[in-house]
């Protein structure tokens, strides 16, 4: 068993999870096979993600939902799912995205089981197929050739995702439940978001304090220019190239979905932007909104110095990605409000 506290230490609570895990594995695998090893992965921030390997050889993923394994400082609002913005926390939000995903014959890993009731252990969980293939980021690393036709197939699903509408905006379960979410469009949400994120960047970073009034007009100039729209579509929210996986077929797989939502599709593309730089261009989407590109890509600007700095007030162990992840993005924020760092 491989898995561990943050500290390193083997406990009580590790081998409880270890016991919830292994129940979990005979459940969703069965054939009389064991549970091996659990191995937690590095990445997850918000829930734990653990490789279940049997003792045969079959494999598996298992997505804990439990506040041990939420690495984020806990904030107000965090569980208000009328905030399209707030934490995608919980297996309802899975479910829901899963199979509005699936529906739009996106590629998603499949559930082999699900875990609300208690029957485990006391943690939500999901265990679900293992994709078997490497991320879209390793494979852009390893072999831009070869990550061409999934890029492809990506543009494809995102075509799907893009061409769905809902009657409002906000996280999928919310919508799809007849619910409603805060504020009266995407852009006032993104731009409250905005404001929220400069003011916590501005408290821990001595740069941002100086040029948080350059910013703020910034932003409330780029909202005005924005026109109003009533329709929403599909967004995964923040599909980087390490929330997708390759399968053995060559076709990309959508993980970490909890955070899906209905949407401006300017959204998705902006990360898209972000995170892929050159290797977005076989993804681009015609008819995009050029002053909804403008406001959302300053507000992630913001969001990816604020959001991990907030999560360096924690114990998150990979602390140098994080400052690197943080440092880059304030420094472009700084050259969209004009004027360098001052």
Same mark, same amino acid.
């Given at each position: 068993?491989?898995?561990?506290?943050?500290?390193?230490?083997?406990?009580?609570?590790?081998?409880?999870?270890?016991?919830?895990?292994?129940?979990?594995?005979?459940?969703?695998?069965?054939?009389?096979?064991?549970?091996?090893?659990?191995?937690?992965?590095?990445?997850?921030?918000?829930?734990?993600?653990?490789?279940?390997?049997?003792?045969?050889?079959?494999?598996?993923?298992?997505?804990?939902?439990?506040?041990?394994?939420?690495?984020?400082?806990?904030?107000?609002?965090?569980?208000?799912?009328? *905030?399209?913005?707030?934490?995608? /926390?919980? &297996?309802?939000?899975?479910?829901?995205?899963?199979? =509005?995903?699936?529906?739009?014959?996106? =590629? $998603?890993?499949?559930?082999? &089981?699900?875990?609300?009731?208690?029957?485990?252990?006391?943690?939500?969980?999901?265990?679900?197929?293992?994709?078997?293939?490497?991320?879209?980021?390793? &494979?852009?690393?390893?072999?831009?050739?070869?990550?061409?036709?999934?890029?492809?197939?990506?543009?494809?699903?995102?075509?799907?995702?893009?061409?769905?509408?809902?009657?409002?905006?906000?996280?999928?379960?919310? $919508?799809?439940?007849?619910?409603?979410?805060?504020?009266?469009?995407?852009?006032?949400?993104?731009?409250?978001?905005?404001?929220?994120?400069?003011?916590?960047?501005? $408290?821990?970073?001595?740069?941002?304090?100086?040029?948080?009034?350059?910013?703020?007009?910034? /932003?409330?100039?780029?909202?005005?220019?924005?026109?109003?729209?009533?329709?929403?579509?599909?967004?995964?929210?923040?599909?980087?190239? *390490?929330?997708?996986?390759?399968?053995? $077929?060559?076709?990309?797989?959508?993980?970490?979905?909890?955070?899906?939502?209905?949407?401006?599709?300017?959204?998705?593309?902006?990360?898209?932007?972000?995170? /892929?730089? *050159?290797?977005?261009?076989?993804?681009?989407?015609?008819?995009?909104?050029?002053?909804?590109?403008?406001?959302?890509?300053?507000?992630?600007?913001?969001?990816?110095?604020?959001?991990?700095?907030?999560?360096?007030?924690?114990?998150?162990?990979?602390?140098?990605?994080?400052?690197?992840?943080?440092?880059?993005?304030?420094?472009?924020?700084? *050259?969209?409000?004009?004027?360098?760092?001052?």
């Amino acid at each position: 068993m491989t898995t561990e506290r943050r500290d390193g230490r083997m406990t009580a609570e590790v081998a409880a999870v270890r016991e919830q895990l292994a129940g979990a594995a005979r459940a969703a695998l069965g054939g009389g096979r064991r549970l091996a090893r659990a191995e937690r992965l590095s990445g997850g921030s918000k829930k734990g993600v653990y490789r279940l390997v049997l003792d045969d050889g079959t494999t598996a993923f298992a997505y804990r939902w439990d506040d041990a394994e939420n690495y984020w400082p806990a904030a107000e609002g965090d569980d208000d799912l009328a *905030d399209p913005f707030s934490p995608g /926390l919980g &297996l309802d939000l899975f479910e829901a995205a899963h199979a =509005r995903l699936a529906g739009l014959g996106v =590629r $998603v890993p499949a559930i082999r &089981l699900v875990d609300r009731d208690g029957v485990h252990g006391p943690s939500d969980l999901a265990v679900v197929e293992d994709v078997r293939g490497e991320s879209l980021e390793a &494979l852009l690393a390893r072999d831009r050739r070869a990550a061409a036709p999934v890029l492809e197939r990506l543009g494809e699903a995102l075509a799907a995702m893009r061409g769905h509408r809902a009657p409002g905006y906000g996280k999928v379960a919310v $919508v799809d439940a007849g619910g409603r979410s805060h504020g009266g469009s995407c852009e006032e949400v993104v731009l409250a978001r905005a404001r929220r994120d400069l003011a916590e960047a501005a $408290v821990r970073d001595p740069r941002i304090a100086r040029a948080r009034d350059r910013l703020e007009e910034r /932003l409330t100039e780029l909202a005005a220019a924005v026109r109003p729209r009533a329709e929403h579509a599909v967004v995964h929210g923040e599909l980087g190239p *390490d929330h997708v996986l390759v399968d053995p $077929v060559g076709r990309p797989t959508l993980i970490d979905l909890e955070g899906t939502m209905y949407f401006d599709v300017e959204w998705e593309h902006v990360f898209l932007r972000i995170r /892929l730089h *050159d290797d977005y261009r076989p993804l681009a989407a015609a008819g995009l909104d050029g002053h909804r590109i403008a406001l959302y890509l300053l507000a992630q600007r913001l969001s990816l110095t604020a959001g991990p700095l907030r999560l360096l007030d924690g114990d998150f162990p990979d602390r140098a990605t994080m400052a690197g992840i943080a440092e880059y993005n304030l420094n472009r924020a700084l *050259d969209l409000a004009g004027g360098g760092p001052g």
